[in-house]
């Protein structure tokens, strides 16, 4: 009879699962209000009024009309994706050929009163 060597198998142990505080849940349990200053309606300059349209709306409606601008013209960089390359109706807002997206918003909030 052949002797079988008996192996000890290492048993792996998983990470101790996090507890949540209550605070924590109450604060994911919580909804988000939205700020009122971005909720505010604002009126767009005649050169933002060429991409976005000319009527009052809020901060956050000009920011999703732009980036929607942006993609139907597909005028952000590929190779940089941070980066979008201004056209004909975003140059007078830009003042540049091209921006970050984080300076997007920057520029663009100088053309809102």
Known sequence: MATKKKTAKKSAKRP??????????KKTAKKRT???AFMKPMTPS???AAVVGSSPMP?????KKLWAYIKRKG????KQRRMINAD??????????QVSMFD???LVNKHLS
């Open 88 to 97: 004909e109706n975003l140059r007078p807002i830009f003042k540049k050929d």
């Open 59 to 63: 901060r956050t409606e000009v920011t």
């Open 104 to 106: 997007m918003t920057k």
């Open 16 to 25: 101790a699962a996090r507890k949540t505080t209550k605070k924590a849940a």
């Open 46 to 48: 005649p050169q933002l």
């Open 75 to 78: 005028l952000q960089d590929p």
């Open 34 to 36: 939205p700020n009122a």
